[in-house]
């Protein structure tokens, strides 16, 4: 009788978690940072209007996504002229709870905000542009501690596109990239802000942030780093990406594969499974998969399995399905639209521009794949390896109006630039472009 009260115990907990979890968009690309949900009832149809948008929210211009927790939307939003601003919104109605801005001006091409905050407890963290790292309160609304990643560890100018880190909480400790001339990858402690250790400056400047893998069952840090940008050079001597695998509690790194060919990553690693790791870019190799083993010595290393021109992703990591993954492959000289590779590195298919995906976002939940174009519209999409399963399409963001006819980042990227990470919490979508965070109801 009472194995079988603590076997109901042990199930409602379960229930309760899971539960728990579908509600929930806790940092960027989700909550097992994978672009993965366990939320059910997704809408296999979508009403002629397209699906009901519940509300819409004014946002500055940038690429910050969203992060989710108990019905709190908290988005870092930006203005150029003053700084960051870290905001809370209401999940049900959009409404403003309460916002902590400071002082951060500056302005890189494609202005605006970056990064998706992350949220643990009862703090969320951000980073800004300027790469100010701060710890709120979520009941006090007040700053706990904030740092600077990038001036704390003697960088000086920042980045050509700014600084782009998504905190990443591992246990008691803070995960973010600082990139600077005195640090690689920092963790602090995520009560404190104190720093528990850091690397060794790892390889040029990514705009990756670090990702979890798992390596024969235990949590290894993945850092992605560049290769020498031929158009903003920082020395004559060529030079190759790194990704770098680190102990999460020590920072020792444990391996390296130094022969990545990407000069603008923004892709953070992909868990492949089977000890795999997928690291996909935009400028212009692709993609590539290595798999790391452990030597008789305990060491490990890293082996290229193989890498495609044909399949990458320049502003998100490709989502893994069934054995397939799944990215949007346009850059400025490719356009593949969605694309679907086998984990051997065949090319399954590509939508190339009919319909035209670019630097859009993705999420998987209850089999389908809910996918922003980058542009106006978002798509219901069933994966499939045999072929592009459109299931519904609605245009959610009108033209956007003309920037001005010096604006660069308009001309180039188009007038929309519905590039942020989408979050889906509780039955709801959220999608932003340069003007607009809209909250869409995508279940039944």
Same mark, same amino acid.
């Given at each position: 009788?009472?194995?079988?009260?603590?076997?109901?115990?042990?199930?409602?907990?379960?229930?309760?978690?899971?539960?728990?979890?579908?509600?929930?968009?806790?940092?960027?690309?989700?909550?097992?940072?994978?672009?993965?949900?366990?939320?059910?009832?997704?809408?296999?149809?979508?009403?002629?209007?397209?699906?009901?948008? +519940?509300?819409?929210?004014?946002?500055?211009?940038?690429?910050?996504?969203?992060?989710?927790?108990?019905?709190?939307?908290?988005? *870092?939003?930006?203005?150029?002229?003053?700084?960051?601003?870290?905001?809370?919104?209401?999940?049900?109605?959009?409404?403003?709870?309460?916002?902590?801005?400071?002082?951060?001006?500056?302005?890189?091409?494609?202005?605006?905000?970056?990064?998706?905050?992350?949220?643990?407890?009862?703090?969320?963290?951000?980073?800004?542009?300027?790469?100010? *790292?701060?710890?709120?309160?979520?009941?006090?609304?007040?700053?706990?501690?904030?740092?600077?990643?990038?001036?704390?560890?003697?960088?000086?100018?920042?980045?050509?596109?700014?600084?782009?880190?998504?905190? $990443?909480?591992?246990?008691? +400790? +803070?995960?973010?990239?600082?990139?600077?001339?005195?640090?690689?990858?920092?963790?602090?402690?995520?009560?404190?802000?104190?720093?528990?250790?850091?690397?060794?400056?790892?390889?040029?400047?990514?705009?990756?942030?670090?990702?979890?893998?798992?390596v024969d069952g235990k949590d290894h840090v993945v850092m992605v780093t560049s290769?020498?940008?031929?158009?903003?050079?920082?020395?004559?001597?060529?030079? $190759?990406?790194?990704?770098?695998?680190?102990?999460?509690?020590?920072?020792?790194? $444990?391996?390296?594969?130094?022969?990545?060919?990407?000069?603008?990553?923004?892709?953070?690693?992909?868990?492949?499974?089977?000890?795999?790791?997928?690291?996909?870019?935009?400028?212009?190799?692709?993609? +590539?998969?290595?798999?790391?083993?452990?030597?008789?010595?305990?060491?490990?290393?890293a082996a290229e399995l193989f890498r495609t021109k044909e399949f990458g992703d320049?502003?998100?990591?490709?989502?893994?399905?069934?054995?397939?993954?799944?990215?949007?492959?346009?850059?400025?000289?490719?356009?593949?639209?969605?694309?679907?590779?086998?984990?051997?590195?065949?090319?399954?298919?590509?939508?190339?521009?009919?319909?035209?995906?670019?630097?859009?976002?993705?999420?998987?939940?209850?089999? $389908?794949?809910?996918?922003?174009?980058?542009?106006?519209?978002?798509?219901?999409?069933?994966?499939?390896?045999?072929?592009?399963?459109?299931?519904?399409?609605?245009?959610?963001?009108?033209?956007?109006?003309?920037?001005?006819?010096?604006?660069?980042?308009?001309?180039?990227?188009?007038?929309?630039?519905?590039?942020?990470?989408?979050?889906?919490?509780?039955?709801?979508?959220?999608?932003?472009?340069?003007?607009?965070?809209?909250?869409?109801?995508?279940?039944?």
């Open positions: 009788m009472h194995h079988r009260k603590a076997l109901v115990w042990v199930f409602s907990l379960t229930v309760l978690a899971n539960s728990a979890s579908a509600e929930d968009w806790p940092q960027y690309l989700g909550p097992t940072r994978n672009s993965i949900s366990p939320q059910k009832g997704i809408l296999r149809t979508w009403p002629e209007k397209g699906p009901e948008v +519940l509300w819409t929210a004014t946002v500055g211009r940038g690429f910050g996504g969203p992060a989710v927790k108990d019905g709190k939307v908290y988005l *870092l939003d930006r203005d150029d002229k003053v700084g960051d601003n870290l905001r809370c919104l209401d999940l049900a109605n959009g409404k403003e709870h309460w916002n902590f801005a400071y002082d951060a001006p500056g302005t890189v091409m494609f202005p605006g905000s970056r990064s998706v905050p992350t949220v643990d407890g009862d703090r969320v963290y951000s980073c800004g542009h300027n790469g100010d *790292l701060y710890c709120i309160n979520t009941k006090t609304h007040k700053r706990v501690w904030n740092k600077n990643l990038w001036k704390d560890f003697g960088g000086d100018k920042i980045p050509f596109w700014a600084i782009t880190q998504c905190p $990443l909480v591992y246990g008691d +400790l +803070l995960i973010v990239a600082s990139q600077a001339p005195q640090a690689g990858v920092v963790a602090y402690d995520k009560v404190t802000g104190n720093v528990k250790w850091k690397t060794e400056p790892l390889g040029l400047i990514s705009y990756a942030s670090p990702a979890i893998v798992k290769s020498t940008n031929p158009f903003q050079r920082t020395s004559p001597k060529d030079e $190759l990406g790194n990704v770098v695998g680190i102990e999460p509690l020590t920072g020792a790194i $444990l391996w390296k594969f130094d022969k990545w060919e990407c000069h603008i990553p923004v892709a953070s690693a992909v868990d492949a499974g089977e000890n795999k790791v997928l690291i996909a870019g935009g400028y212009e190799l692709g993609a +590539l998969m290595i798999k790391v083993e452990k030597k008789a010595d305990g060491s490990y290393a320049q502003t998100k990591p490709p989502l893994l399905h069934k054995r397939h993954f799944y990215a949007q492959y346009g850059t400025n000289s490719r356009r593949d639209g969605m694309a679907c590779m086998s984990m051997e590195g065949e090319i399954k298919w590509k939508t190339k521009r009919s319909p035209e995906f670019t630097k859009g976002s993705m999420i998987l939940a209850d089999g $389908l794949i809910l996918a922003s174009d980058g542009a106006r519209s978002l798509f219901l999409v069933e994966p499939d390896p045999s072929g592009f399963k459109q299931l519904a399409t609605a245009e959610l963001f009108p033209e956007a109006a003309a920037g001005s006819e010096n604006d660069m980042a308009s001309r180039v990227g188009g007038r929309n630039q519905n590039w942020a990470p989408m979050a889906l919490a509780d039955g709801k979508l959220l999608i932003r472009d340069q003007t607009q965070l809209k909250c869409v109801k995508v279940t039944q």
